[in-house]
């Protein structure tokens, strides 16, 4: 069989179907825990944390990477479902006179194609709310913070405030010092302006959107919580169902690779979902 007619045929299709989805399956871990930090404290420590994780999200080279290895196994991994689909559909035309597919398989693995559609029309939704902000349209602004200055009685005693920027330096500086790029004093203090003016504070964009400030916050936390539903639906079969096509099935092994499956499909997308609940109680 030549090379162009394996990578033709559904054996191969079930393959990368299978080897994306097992990739995509350790980015969901991965993209957890740094989730998870948004539940920390409301304060400036989580604040900092978070946005400095998410600066070096952004900046390392391995992860930027593995981060487009991912926007392609996404892709791949979307057309080649769709297009197993559509070669089941015409190996089968027409259905059999009588069909109780509920005898023969799970509800999750008869609506694979549309869950898989409702995971991707998030995803879309998902990025263009905050990646494309951070990455294209630089609508995200820096992280600062207030802090008090004590009154001079020379002045009438009155406190001060003042916004400090973190810088990608890991100082705090005054705004009005960091908006001058070759500022002398700031090259004294060995603060080095040419890795970009400071961290994108995505943690208060974040906050805001799963909040009660927000007016679709309510919306947005609901619509994420029912795309982890679909999450959970579409990986109860789609976990087992990868190694199988990889031809993983042996009597000692298949039952805790499917019970591995089901709390992987039932425990990540709950972790998810509780995320964004959680910052709207709040």
Request: charge should be positive; hydrophobic fraction near 45%.
């Amino acid at each position: 069989m030549s090379k162009s007619a394996i990578l033709k045929s559904s054996v191969a299709k079930k393959y990368w179907m299978a080897l994306t989805g097992l990739f995509l399956c350790t980015f969901l871990i991965g993209h957890l825990l740094g989730n998870l930090q948004l539940l920390g404290e409301a304060n400036e420590a989580t604040k900092r944390g978070f946005n400095e994780y998410a600066y070096f999200m952004g900046h390392n080279l391995f992860i930027k990477v593995l981060s487009y290895v991912t926007y392609i196994s996404i892709i791949f991994h979307a057309i080649d479902g769709i297009m197993l689909t559509v070669a089941n559909k015409k190996a089968r035309p027409q259905n059999y006179a009588y069909n109780n597919p509920g005898a023969n398989s799970s509800t999750p693995s008869r609506y694979m194609a549309v869950l898989g559609t409702l995971i991707l029309v998030f995803i879309v939704t998902h990025m263009a709310n905050f990646w494309w902000k951070a990455k294209i349209t630089q609508d995200i602004p820096l992280h600062t913070k207030e802090i008090t200055l004590p009154g001079n009685p020379m002045m009438g005693g009155q406190e001060q405030k003042m916004n400090l920027y973190l810088t990608t330096a890991g100082d705090y500086v005054p705004v009005d010092q960091l908006e001058v790029k070759h500022k002398t004093e700031l090259y004294a203090k060995g603060i080095d302006l040419k890795m970009g003016e400071g961290y994108k504070d995505l943690y208060t964009v974040v906050i805001k959107f799963f909040s009660k400030e927000n007016s679709l916050g309510l919306v947005a936390t609901a619509l994420y919580a029912l795309s982890m539903l679909v999450l959970a639906f579409h990986l109860w079969h789609g976990f087992a169902s990868a190694f199988q096509s990889l031809g993983v099935r042996h009597k000692r092994y298949t039952p805790a690779i499917e019970l591995i499956g089901k709390l992987f499909a039932v425990i990540v997308p709950i972790a998810f979902a509780i995320i964004p609940v959680i910052l709207y109680m709040r």
